[in-house]
C-alpha cells in the first residue's frame, strides 16, 4: 500500500467516529422530544435567570446550570434551543479528548479512545440532554489539560476548575484531587499548581460565601446534596458503580477497556518517569477519586462519573496504541458496539418520549385554559409540568395535598398522567378544592381545575 492510501486510510480511520457521534447527535436532535425532570429544573432556573419567570433552582442544584441554559431560553426555550448547547459541549468534550490523548500518546491513541467514548451508551444517549455531567466532565478534562501540557497554564486550570464545580458541585472533590495528584506528580510544575489552586479557590470564593449565608456553612450546600443522595449507608454508590460496571454503567467494550485503563494506570506507578506515565498516572488518581469519593457520599447514577470512565479509557487507549495488534481488537471492538449502541440509544430516548407524553399534553392543556394568567398546579412531577404548563407547581405527597401553596391562587390545577415517574394517588381528585375534569385529549393524561378558592391553610 503506498504511503497516500495509507494517509486516506489514517484519516478515514480519525473521522470516523466523528461522523458516528454527529449521527447519532443529530437523530437525538431532530425530534422534539420532550424534556425530562432534570432538564425541566435546569430549564426552569434558565428562565428565572433570563426574566425572572422560573422558580430558580433547589438548593442543590448547581447555580451555573442557569448560565449553560440560558442560551436556549433566549432562543426561545424549545426543546432543540435547549439541547443544541449542551450537544456542542458534548463535541467540545470528544474534542478535547482527542487534543489531550494525541499530544502525549499519539494519534492512533486518540482514535482508539473517542471511537471507544462515542460508543458508550450512557454517554450517547445524554450527548443531547441539557444536563451537567457532560459540561462538568469537560471542566475536569480541561483541568488536567491544562496543568500536564507541554507548559502549565495555571489560569487556564483554574478557570476550567471553578468552571466544573459551578456545573456540578460535586466536582469540587475530584478538583481537589486533580491538584493534589498534580502537585505530587509534576514536581518541577508545583509553582504553577499552586498558583492554579489558589485562583480557582478565589474564584469559587462567591460560592462559600453565598453557601454561608444561605446554610450557614462554607460547604452547606455540598453537604445539603449529600443529604438528598439516594444511599441507603455510606459506599452505597461505590457497590452501585462496582456492580453495574460492566453493561450499566459503560457497556462490555467500553467496561472492559476502562477495567483496563485502571491496570496500566496503577501499573505507570512501577515505571521510570516520563510525561506519558506522568499522564497516566494522573488521569488513573483523578479517575480513581472520583469513583471512590462519589460511591462513597453519594449514591448517584452512571453519568456522575463520565469523567473518570472517559480518563481511564484514555489511559487504556495509550497501551492499546502501543501495539498494533491490540489497537486493530480495539477499534474492531468499538466497531461492533457502534450499531447496537446507536440502536439503543434511538429506542432509549423514543421511549422517554414516549413515557413523557401524557404529561406534557395535559400541561399543555392547561397552558391553553390558564390563557396567560398566573397558576398553580399540583402534580407528582413539578419540574417538567411546571416548564409546559406555565404554572407554579407544587408537590403532591402521600395521600394528600398542601393547600397552602393555592391560598389566594387562581386558576388551580390537578395534573396526573400515565409515564411520570411517581402516579398520583386517585383519592387526591376528591380533595377540598372541588376539582372539575379538565379536557387533554389525550387517553392517558387527566388534569383538573379547582372550582373553590382556598382562603385559608384551616380544613
Known amino acids: 500500500m503506498g504511503e497516500a ?17 454527529l449521527v ?6 431532530a425530534p422534539t422530544r420532550p424534556l425530562g425532570h432534570d432538564e425541566a429544573v435546569y430549564a426552569l432556573g434558565a428562565r428565572d435567570l433570563v426574566d425572572g419567570g422560573g422558580d430558580g433552582l433547589p438548593l442543590h442544584r448547581s447555580i451555573g446550570m442557569m448560565a449553560a441554559a440560558a442560551p436556549g431560553v433566549l432562543a426561545g426555550g424549545g426543546e432543540l434551543a435547549l439541547r443544541l448547547p449542551f450537544a456542542l459541549y458534548a463535541l467540545a468534550y470528544v474534542g478535547l479528548i482527542a487534543a489531550l490523548t494525541r499530544r502525549t500518546f499519539g494519534a492512533t491513541a486518540a482514535v482508539i479512545a473517542i471511537a471507544v467514548q462515542v460508543t458508550i451508551p450512557e454517554f450517547s444517549w445524554r450527548a443531547a440532554e441539557a444536563l451537567s455531567d457532560i459540561p462538568a466532565a469537560l471542566g475536569l478534562l480541561a483541568l488536567v489539560a491544562a496543568l500536564a501540557g507541554p507548559r502549565p497554564r495555571p489560569i487556564v486550570a483554574a478557570a476550567a476548575a471553578a468552571a466544573a464545580c459551578y456545573l456540578r458541585y460535586a466536582s469540587a472533590p475530584v478538583v481537589a484531587v486533580v491538584m493534589v495528584a498534580a502537585f505530587v506528580i509534576y514536581p518541577e510544575r508545583r509553582r504553577a499548581i499552586v498558583i492554579a489552586a ?33 444511599r441507603d449507608y455510606p459506599g452505597h454508590g461505590l457497590v452501585f458503580y462496582l456492580r453495574a460496571w460492566p453493561v450499566r454503567l459503560a457497556g462490555p467494550v467500553a467496561g472492559l477497556i476502562a477495567a483496563a485503563g485502571v491496570v496500566v494506570g496503577l501499573a505507570a506507578w512501577r515505571r521510570s518517569v516520563d510525561p506519558a506515565v506522568q499522564l497516566r498516572r494522573l488521569l488513573v488518581v483523578a479517575a480513581l477519586g472520583q469513583i471512590v469519593l462519589l460511591g462513597w457520599r453519594v449514591h448517584g447514577e452512571a453519568r456522575f462519573i463520565t469523567f473518570a470512565l472517559t480518563a481511564l479509557i484514555v489511559v487504556a487507549a495509550s497501551w492499546l496504541a502501543a501495539a498494533p495488534a491490540r489497537a486493530r481488537i480495539a477499534l474492531a471492538l468499538a466497531a461492533v458496539a457502534a450499531v447496537p449502541s446507536a440502536v439503543w440509544t434511538l429506542r432509549r430516548l423514543d421511549q422517554l418520549a414516549r ?79 372541588g376539582w372539575a375534569p379538565l379536557a387533554t385529549g389525550h387517553p392517558r393524561a387527566w388534569a383538573w381545575r379547582a372550582t373553590r378558592a382556598v382562603r385559608s391553610a384551616a380544613p
Open 5 to 21: 492510501a495509507v494517509a486516506r486510510r489514517a484519516r478515514a480511520l480519525a473521522l470516523t467516529p466523528w461522523a458516528y457521534l
Open 24 to 29: 447519532v447527535l443529530a437523530l437525538a436532535l
Open 198 to 230: 489558589a485562583l480557582a479557590l478565589a474564584l469559587l470564593v462567591p460560592f462559600f460565601v453565598w453557601s454561608r449565608a444561605i446554610t450557614g456553612s462554607v460547604l452547606g450546600v455540598l453537604h445539603e446534596g449529600e443529604r438528598l443522595a439516594r
Open 355 to 433: 413515557d413523557r407524553a401524557p404529561a406534557v399534553v395535559a400541561a399543555r392543556a392547561i397552558a391553553a385554559d390558564r390563557a396567560g394568567r398566573p397558576c398553580l398546579v399540583y402534580t407528582t412531577e413539578p419540574p417538567m409540568v411546571a416548564w409546559y404548563s406555565g404554572c407554579r407547581a407544587a408537590q403532591v405527597d402521600g395521600w394528600g395535598l398542601d393547600v397552602r401553596p393555592a391560598i389566594g391562587v387562581a386558576p388551580v390545577y390537578l395534573l396526573d398522567a400515565v409515564g411520570l415517574r411517581f402516579r398520583m394517588p386517585g383519592a387526591v381528585a376528591a380533595d377540598r378544592l
